[in-house]
């Protein structure tokens, strides 16, 4: 594959008085897979669209392969999209279905069919050319959506929600085939997604976006170990976020008090006073509750989810959401309970 690096500039998109992209800048380096993220309405779709070429940008300027694509139309871009609802012709066969983007291009109807049988087996649907779309499984249909982009040989790969149409089990599976093309034929991929596991577990780079912005990116370790913001401590950790104070820095490290208790952290540039903190559900602790403990919540609910509870606590901090270890709910809805804070998984946050 011919994989070629992507540069946004500035990009804003409006639609009348609103602002859907908003001085968008970013990079996704040929070879790898960038995941826009973030809740409906914050402009990742928009921003694959124009990308796409399906869309202008009201300012700002979008680079393919070093070139200015700006205003390029779809078909003079070189990028594939596979589209949320596959868009598979349904009086098509599956070989029908691949061949069709080379025969548009002009190929011979023979050497047309043969590159979709090649792209058919790479993506591993061999022997199911004849079958018609509405004889295959979900994730089948996808693998085809896959299939008929990549026969076109595309600079960029586009994929808006590619997997919102499976179920739990098949979307892992294929997002892990997708994955796995990705490195294997070192495709340059733009993925767009609302699913924060399924970006933390396919991408090189994620894009956090909200209201038109970016609000944070980088690797997807970085970002759910240590966001820099509130916003995305919650967006992909699920955090609970509360009020704090510093009460030293020394060395880069702080001494935190949250709630009457006190935790060492990465001071990470914060000051000496009010700050906020980020718990992911994991970082906090649970016991039951005892004479003179200093920090003490209500169980309000608990739910026994695979291999862990999850727990919603009462506190004089507020409401938070825990999730702990174990087979079964160690605290009945109504308990009090004990609260502790380790520090894998509490950052300082703006």
């Given at each position: 594959?011919?994989?070629?690096?992507?540069?946004?500039?500035?990009?804003?998109?409006?639609?009348?008085?609103?602002?859907?992209?908003?001085?968008?800048?970013?990079?996704?380096?040929?070879?790898?897979?960038?995941?826009?993220?973030?809740?409906?309405?914050?402009?990742?779709?928009?921003?694959?669209?124009?990308?796409?070429?399906?869309?202008?940008?009201?300012?700002?300027?979008?680079?393919?392969?070093?070139?200015?694509?700006?205003?390029?139309?779809?078909?003079?871009?070189?990028?594939?999209?596979?589209?949320?609802?596959?868009?598979?012709?349904?009086?098509?066969?599956?070989?029908?279905?691949?061949?069709?983007?080379?025969?548009?291009?002009?190929?011979?109807?023979?050497?047309?069919?043969?590159?979709?049988?090649?792209?058919?087996?790479?993506?591993?649907?061999?022997?199911?050319?004849?079958?018609?779309?509405?004889?295959?499984?979900?994730?089948?249909?996808?693998?085809?959506?896959?299939?008929?982009?990549?026969?076109?040989?595309?600079?960029?790969?586009?994929?808006?929600?590619?997997?919102?149409?499976?179920?739990?089990?098949?979307?892992?599976?294929?997002?892990?085939?997708?994955?796995?093309?990705?490195?294997?034929?070192?495709?340059?991929?733009?993925?767009?997604?609302?699913?924060?596991?399924?970006?933390?577990?396919?991408?090189?780079?994620?894009?956090?976006?909200?209201?038109?912005?970016?609000?944070?990116?980088?690797?997807?370790?970085?970002?759910?170990?240590?966001?820099?913001?509130?916003?995305?401590?919650?967006?992909?950790?699920?955090?609970?976020?509360?009020?704090?104070?510093?009460?030293?820095?020394?060395?880069?490290?702080?001494?935190?008090?949250?709630?009457?208790?006190?935790?060492?952290?990465?001071?990470?540039?914060?000051?000496?006073?009010?700050?906020?903190?980020?718990?992911?559900?994991?970082a906090v602790q649970l016991a039951a509750a005892r004479e003179g403990d200093a920090f003490v919540g209500e169980v309000l609910h608990a739910a026994h989810v695979g291999r862990f509870v999850e727990y919603d606590v009462r506190t004089a901090a507020g409401d938070w959401f825990v999730a702990r270890p174990g087979a079964e709910a160690q605290h009945a809805v109504g308990s009090r309970v004990a609260l502790s804070l380790h520090r894998d998984g509490a950052v300082l946050v703006d």
């Amino acid at each position: 594959m011919n994989a070629a690096g992507v540069e946004f500039r500035g990009v804003t998109r409006r639609y009348g008085d609103v602002v859907a992209v908003d001085d968008v800048t970013f990079r996704i380096e040929a070879g790898t897979l960038t995941t826009l993220v973030g809740p409906s309405g914050c402009g990742k779709t928009t921003t694959l669209r124009m990308l796409a070429g399906l869309e202008p940008p009201d300012a700002g300027t979008i680079h393919i392969a070093g070139r200015d694509a700006t205003r390029l139309g779809a078909a003079e871009r070189d990028v594939s999209l596979v589209f949320q609802s596959y868009a598979l012709f349904p009086h098509m066969s599956v070989l029908e279905n691949v061949a069709y983007g080379p025969s548009v291009r002009g190929q011979a109807r023979r050497a047309a069919a043969e590159l979709a049988r090649v792209t058919l087996e790479g993506v591993g649907l061999a022997g199911l050319e004849g079958r018609m779309p509405s004889e295959l499984s979900g994730g089948q249909q996808q693998r085809v959506a896959l299939a008929r982009a990549l026969v076109l040989e595309p600079k960029v790969l586009l994929f808006d929600e590619p997997l919102s149409n499976l179920d739990a089990r098949l979307r892992r599976r294929v997002r892990e085939d997708i994955r796995d093309l990705q490195q294997r034929l070192g495709l340059t991929v733009a993925y767009v997604t609302h699913d924060r596991e399924e970006a933390l577990a396919v991408s090189d780079r994620v894009i956090v976006m909200d209201r038109g912005r970016i609000i944070e990116q980088g690797r997807p370790l970085e970002l759910f170990l240590a966001p820099r913001t509130a916003f995305v401590a919650d967006f992909l950790g699920e955090a609970n976020l509360a009020e704090a104070r510093i009460a030293s820095v020394a060395n880069g490290r702080a001494v935190v008090q949250c709630a009457g208790l006190s935790i060492e952290l990465d001071a990470r540039g914060h000051e000496m006073g009010t700050a906020r903190l980020a718990l992911r559900p994991d970082a906090v602790q649970l016991a039951a509750a005892r004479e003179g403990d200093a920090f003490v919540g209500e169980v309000l609910h608990a739910a026994h989810v695979g291999r862990f509870v999850e727990y919603d606590v009462r506190t004089a901090a507020g409401d938070w959401f825990v999730a702990r270890p174990g087979a079964e709910a160690q605290h009945a809805v109504g308990s009090r309970v004990a609260l502790s804070l380790h520090r894998d998984g509490a950052v300082l946050v703006d």
